[in-house]
């Protein structure tokens, strides 16, 4: 039986296979370039197709040669480091911020080449695979309470956790939820990881209590997953969405985001120039999951059959909020006042106001969440509705039976 390999010797193994692909990829933006130069394209049009010939084909030739036998070589060295280093299978939080922020660049393409480094979706709690029988013991007690929290893009589960506060804890700490952490390849399609996580809870809340209600807590793209898992499940005719009985999105981009928009133009213009064309390669580097937010991409139909790098409007699908579920959402600004500028271009530095709150001048794309599920926290940025008290206040308060029931009827008691 083959000895299992261990994180350090996978993770060098994967990172490796990163290298190896760089120095390919780049040598064939140079390459292009040389060939644009050479055959003295034109300032517009298509840069050269055909591959450089005589010594300059043969130099690139070469680098790529000895790129892929450098490769070979490592991994042999590589797997006798396994054999070395023994089944160290130890987890640190700076390993998995890393790994989390390269499978959301480039984690399409580290599942496409089955890269060591590519994070499989599951479900855990403090790092570590969810035990089911603990986790239906926990929701026994929690009287069928479940929550289930969906980290954003380029994150992980753990990163709930900042400045010594964790939304997921402290909630179940007060309110007596049962709580599960998603873990998953933020770069893959969102309508994919989506569908995933519609087949991963079909399977979780088949095996739960009869009595579980589910809440998602959903931060940045996890809001998007979270959205297209409901999608997703219903299309399949899964029983959990009727068990699902409140989504929270926190700085969720249901509209897009500005920063993605704004790459997806400049990759335009490097286009139309034949001597900048094959630069604009490098800004095709980032990952399906990171196109998927220009504009909130939740279906395959979305993708299947579009260029995801052209620049063209705004087509995707419309994907109504599920109706049986309590809908919540907190946005944030970083200015104290307001202003046109801060709401609809800088918003918490990365989603705008209204792209958070769901508002779309298009009838078809407008999420109408009640006045009263919707929050904005002020002088706040992306990263503080993970950890700012007024967050953590208002989300108790929503999630409280009280507090809900106010929140729901706001408008008739005042």
Not at 30 to 37: C, G, P
Request: with cysteine; aromatic share 6%; hydrophobic share 35%.
């Amino acid at each position: 039986m083959p000895e299992k390999p261990n994180k350090l010797s996978s993770d060098l193994r994967g990172a490796k296979s990163l290298a190896v692909d760089a120095v390919t990829g780049i040598s064939g933006i140079v390459e292009s370039l040389h060939q644009t130069i050479g055959s003295f394209a034109g300032l517009l049009g298509n840069s050269g197709t055909q591959r450089t010939q005589g010594l300059t084909g043969g130099v690139y030739k070469s680098i790529n040669l000895i790129t892929e036998l450098v490769g070979n070589g490592l991994d042999t060295l590589l797997l006798q480091l396994d054999k070395v280093l023994g089944d160290n299978t130890a987890s640190t939080r700076k390993r998995e911020t890393v790994l989390a922020a390269v499978n959301g660049v480039l984690g399409d393409h580290l599942k496409a080449t089955k890269n060591p480094l590519q994070i499989p979706m599951q479900l855990r709690l403090d790092g570590k695979s969810f035990n089911q029988q603990l986790l239906n013991q926990a929701i026994e007690k929690a009287d069928g309470k479940l929550m289930v929290l969906v980290h954003g893009s380029c994150m992980n589960d753990l990163q709930w956790h900042r400045q010594g506060h964790d939304h997921g804890k402290a909630l179940a700490d007060e309110l007596g939820y049962a709580r599960v952490y998603l873990h998953y390849n933020t770069g893959l399609h969102i309508s994919e990881n989506g569908s995933n996580f519609a087949d991963l809870l079909n399977g979780l809340l088949s095996d739960t209590p009869e009595n579980t209600k589910l809440t998602l807590l959903a931060h940045s793209m996890g809001g998007l997953v979270s959205r297209s898992a409901c999608h997703y499940a219903e299309q399949s005719g899964y029983s959990w969405i009727t068990q699902l009985d409140s989504i929270i999105f926190l700085g969720t981009p249901h509209h897009g985001a500005p920063l993605e928009k704004g790459v997806n133009l400049i990759d335009h213009i490097l286009e139309i120039n034949a001597y900048s064309k094959p630069f604009s390669r490098l800004l095709q580097i980032r990952s399906s999951g990171m196109t998927d937010l220009r504009y909130g991409n939740l279906v395959a139909h979305d993708w299947e059959e579009a260029n995801r790098f052209k620049l063209q409007g705004d087509q995707r699908t419309p994907v109504p909020l599920p109706q049986n579920a309590n809908c919540y959402t907190i946005a944030a600004i970083k200015d104290a006042s307001g202003g046109k500028i801060s709401e609809h271009l800088i918003g918490d530095g990365l989603v705008t106001l209204e792209s958070a709150l769901g508002k779309h001048k298009d009838s078809a794309l407008q999420l109408n969440i009640p006045q009263c599920n919707q929050w904005i926290g002020r002088k706040m940025d992306h990263w503080d509705l993970l950890n700012h008290p007024e967050v953590y206040v208002k989300l108790k308060s929503w999630l409280t039976a009280t507090g809900r029931y106010y929140e729901s009827h706001k408008s008739r008691i005042l």
